[in-house]
């Protein structure tokens, strides 16, 4: 089956860094872009950061000159380095993947399971 996995989640003190990582695995014949997303406790789920297969970046306001997201050619893995730490970025970090695969050909959109950032001195 087709999956993404999240890691890098943790605690971290304000204004420190963390680095999450996605990877997808299974029959996937080509990933056209990947974003973060983040969810805390009494909100909506949110964008923090997309990137496609070209490597053309967009970012919420809010992490703007702070969070980078990266990936190689493939996509896969894909990256997301976190710098200046606030209280207000805690939550769950969920990875996400628009995909194409095959039999018959069709695009997909494919999330992972989480990871907690918890941002408190």
């Known amino acids: 089956q087709v999956q993404l996995v999240e890691s890098g989640g943790g605690l971290v003190q304000p204004g420190g860094s963390l680095r999450l990582s996605c990877t997808a695995s299974?029959?996937?014949?080509?990933?056209?872009?990947m974003g973060w997303y983040r969810q805390a406790p009494g909100k909506e789920r949110e964008l923090v950061a997309t990137?496609?297969?070209?490597?053309?970046?967009n970012y919420a306001d809010s992490v703007k000159g702070r969070f980078t997201i990266s990936g190689d050619n493939a996509k896969n893995p894909v990256f997301l380095e976190m710098n200046s730490l606030k209280p207000e970025d805690t939550a769950v970090y969920y990875c996400?993947?628009?995909?194409?695969?095959?039999?018959?050909?069709?695009?997909?959109?494919?999330w992972g399971q989480g990871t907690l950032v918890t941002v408190s001195s």
């Open positions: 990137i496609t297969s070209g490597g053309v970046a």
């Open positions: 299974g029959s996937i014949f080509s990933i056209r872009a």
């Open positions: 996400s993947a628009d995909i194409t695969v095959l039999g018959p050909v069709r695009n997909l959109e494919l």
